[in-house]
């Protein structure tokens, strides 16, 4: 049997572990060796646990440690020859690598498969594939339900691994390092199955970079972005021999798909990096024959998907100003043709068909991690006003526009059939021949983000435009909603060369037939240049947009609509609260009339009710509010209230914030792709500054208010306390607290004390050392680090003596009122000591 060092042989053969725990005898070399040894019998153990993988997953290629550690040599490969790892980061990465699959296997879940037959994942497969009747234990049926539940949970679990013991023993012995890096190990394990979505959400912005644990160097700091990509890219690209060896293959005899990766990946050689086109080679022993066609198109797809992936890295590195890799993508990926000459063929020619996307939300699931948009087709909404808005400020930075010129129109129109066409226009920039047909269907690839602006539209780039778009993906978003979709466009020309020519791509049938392309005749041209959309809407489909975008899926849509009776009207006042901070022009037509729906930049100066109106609001007093010196939103504020502010980016709400109402534009680079969340700091914004202002352009507020402004202006003395006095600021309150001795003081929940006390007379009389407080004061949305019982207590203490606190429940009650008979309330009580 080979002994540890033997065995970690392929791991100190690279040169990412030789720049980093390579180096023993160093200035470092006591952390150093201390993280080598730590980390040697960390691999140890996951050994001892994935090798119950080869038994418990039938069909499954080679997942046992030679795939762990070869993940160092195929990421030494993508990495490149300097790439720049300290040995803390290193053995984070390798402690990721040796986590990230280990939860394939049943020992890895302390409850075992008893544990897992509980989950809801087990039953859903169950019922997809065995009609609800589960598989006996120990069939190869049973062994297939537990891999396919495995493959589901075992990146989340991998966050778990490390705080299971067996008996005692922990995969991470060193107890300093597991409580100071183990979480961050874990995360980064699990990363390798999340969407680019999730990882840009846990590893960029503050939360990228970890400063090192106490007792090793200052300058090893952790960088997880670059761990975690570093980790999804060398996984994605480990599709050699190594993972299916011949004679396994010949004894497993896998059938099915599992066939096809066998034998492709078994001809495979390891990949390689070249460094003049700074790509990865990955090509084959021998040809591939006839009958062995589909286990090199999976081949093809698989190098595909590679490169799709190391795309995707190579952007969202680049944008967070991380050391980039040595590869950019996979060689010969651009045709069949191409990939042929590198994983050889023989006796048959593969034909170069582009491939076809029946389901998008399986594609975008498969590829991504997770389904992005879920059950929000109006998300195609969304992205086609995006694509609008790029395209006129790309327009605009490229001086075909002026900075006020630009307009979008939207419209929607009853057809035969009892149908909709929904249509979205731009006057923006327009698309070419090439970005029509190659760019906009390409998954995953981004005109604005690709090497093909260059060509397209020079200057871009270096110019100001900052699109919404980047991921490539949100014009497929459209199949969403129909399978009748007709793109118009036509492109200024930016060099005389160029042919001005209107084009027409028709798709009929969603994605799973080839669409038309035709040139449009002059008598049906645009007047303009720029791009038009059109869709044919069910009338389900309406309904399923509206009642999602106004009503947030309620049923009291339905009753809303029974009333109106007007499409029209509802879709404009949709579209409106889509867009309502945006800077171009946006016209809505409806049977034959058109409103300006939005004017460009108008919500610095609507009045009140109107901005409301267009947020979907009841009119209230919107105070502005700034960020970095600048006016970014005009709010109020009311937590817990079930209201939340629209959040917009470049003018599209694509988030709700709680704690706020009204209105906030948050920076480009807080989207994320899926458009349903916005990661934004709260405490970025100048919360002290909007209550000031909205306490002097407000006369009148309600204690609800009142307590909101005194969670972010805690100085102030706000009459907020309700006693048997009425309202009453802090001071009063002392008055009261120091001539008793205590105060008893109710968060109020809603209860008013002016309703309740003019019905329980005689308890007040008996206890006017009690207030009542709205639970507005627990407001801690706006000022996370808010605590009103602890700034009450510092406030008593100040005002002399020593004081406790304690918590109870106290009961209301009254013999007078017989429809009142008790009411219990939490209740704080300060004394005085």
């Known amino acids: 049997m080979l002994n540890v060092g033997e065995k970690m042989r392929v791991i100190e053969q690279t040169g990412l572990w030789k720049r980093s725990l390579g180096n023993v005898t160093g200035e470092n070399a006591t952390e150093v060796n201390r993280l080598v040894e730590t980390f040697k019998r960390f691999r140890n153990h996951v050994e001892q646990l994935i090798s119950f993988a080869k038994d418990q997953l039938p069909g499954l290629t080679i997942h046992d440690i030679s795939h762990l550690d070869a993940l160092w040599r195929v990421a030494d490969q993508i990495a490149g020859d300097q790439y720049p790892l300290n040995p803390l980061e290193a053995f984070v990465f390798g402690g990721a690598v040796l986590l990230h699959d280990a939860a394939h296997v049943v020992q890895a879940y302390p409850d075992g498969v008893d544990g897992l037959r509980q989950k809801i994942i087990w039953k ?378 209107q084009l027409e791509l028709h798709f009929e049938n969603g994605l799973h037939s080839r669409p038309v392309l035709r040139v449009q005749k002059n008598s049906e041209k645009f007047i303009r240049n720029g791009t038009k959309v059109e869709l044919i809407l069910d009338v389900e489909k309406v309904d399923q947009l509206l009642k999602n975008i106004l009503f947030k899926g309620s049923e009291l849509y339905w009753k809303q609509l029974k009333q109106s009776k007007e499409i029209g009207s509802l879709f404009a006042k949709a579209i409106a609260s889509i867009c309502p901070t945006a800077d171009i022009n946006i016209y809505f037509c409806y049977d034959n009339s058109e409103i300006k729906l939005v004017e460009a930049n108008d919500w610095w100066h609507l009045d009140d009710e109107k901005l409301c109106e267009r947020l979907g609001l009841k009119a209230r007093k919107l105070t502005p509010i700034s960020k970095n010196n600048k006016i970014v939103g005009r709010v109020d504020a009311f937590p817990k209230s079930g209201l939340y502010c629209s959040v917009t980016v470049q003018g599209i709400a694509y988030a709700r914030m709680a704690g706020a109402i009204g209105v906030i534009c948050a920076d480009n680079n807080s989207l994320v792709a899926s458009r349903n969340e916005i990661v934004i700091e709260k405490d970025s914004f100048d919360w002290r500054g909007w209550a000031v202002a909205k306490l002097e352009a407000t006369d009148e507020m309600s204690s609800e208010e009142l307590c909101i402004i005194k969670s972010v202006l805690p100085e102030k003395n706000l009459a907020i306390w309700d006693s048997s006095l009425g309202l009453i600021d802090d001071s009063s309150l002392l008055s009261v607290a120091n001539r008793n001795g205590k105060i008893k003081v109710i968060c109020s929940g809603g209860i008013e004390f002016k309703r309740i006390s003019t019905r329980l007379n005689s308890y007040w009389e008996r206890e006017d050392d009690l207030v009542f407080v709205s639970d507005a004061i627990d407001c801690q949305e706006l000022n996370p680090e808010w605590d009103w019982r602890l700034f009450l207590m510092n406030l008593l203490n100040k005002s002399g003596g020593s004081w406790t606190i304690k918590d109870d429940w106290i009961s209301l009650s009254s013999s007078k009122v017989k429809s009142i008979s008790e009411i219990k309330c939490e209740c704080f009580t300060f004394m005085k000591t």
């Open 124 to 501: 859903d497969i169950v019922a997809q594939n065995y009609g609800g009747v589960e598989p006996a234990p120990g069939t190869n049926e049973f062994k297939q339900v537990f891999f396919s539940v495995a493959r589901h949970l075992h990146a989340e679990q991998a966050m778990n691994l490390l705080d299971i013991e067996w008996s005692g023993r922990k995969l991470l012995e060193d107890f300093d390092l597991r409580n100071s890096v183990g979480v961050l190990i874990g995360k980064i394990a699990a990363s390798h199955h999340w969407s680019m979505v999730r990882v840009q959400q846990e590893f960029c912005g503050r939360r990228r970079i970890k400063s090192p644990p106490t007792g090793f160097p200052i300058g090893w700091k952790v960088d997880a972005l670059k761990l975690a990509c570093l980790l999804r890219s060398a996984d994605a690209a480990h599709i050699d021999s190594e993972r299916a060896p011949s004679f396994l293959m010949a004894v497993m005899q896998p059938k099915g798909v599992s066939a096809h990766h066998w034998s492709f990946q078994n001809k495979l050689n390891q990949p390689t990096r070249d460094d003049r086109t700074a790509l990865l080679r990955i090509d084959s022993m021998w040809p591939f024959n006839e009958k062995e066609r589909d286990s090199w198109w999976l081949a093809f797809d698989t190098a595909k998907m590679i490169d799709l992936e190391l795309r995707q890295v190579k952007v969202l590195m680049r944008e967070e100003g991380c050391s980039e890799f040595a590869v950019n993508g996979v060689a010969g990926i651009e045709s069949a043709k191409n990939f042929s000459e590198i994983v050889e063929v023989e006796g048959w020619e593969p034909v170069d068909v582009k491939p076809r996307i029946g389901n998008v939300a399986r594609i975008i699931e498969t590829l991504g991690g997770r389904a992005l948009y879920g059950d929000r087709p109006e998300k195609a909404i969304y992205e086609l006003l995006q694509n609008a808005f790029d395209a006129i400020r790309a327009a605009r930075c490229l001086g075909y526009l002026k900075n006020n010129e630009g307009r979008v129109e939207v419209s929607i129109e009853k057809i035969e059939g009892g149908k909709f066409k929904f249509t979205v226009s731009d006057d923006g920039i327009g698309m070419s021949r090439y970005v029509l047909t190659e760019v906009l269907l390409d998954f995953g690839e981004s005109l604005w983000r690709s090497d093909d602006i260059y060509t397209e539209l020079p200057n871009l780039r270096s110019s100001s435009f900052e699109p919404i778009g980047k991921f490539g993906i949100g014009f497929f978003s459209v199949f969403m909603l129909s399978d009748q979709v007709l793109v118009t466009t036509k492109k200024y020309p930016v060099g005389s060369e160029e042919i001005n020519e």
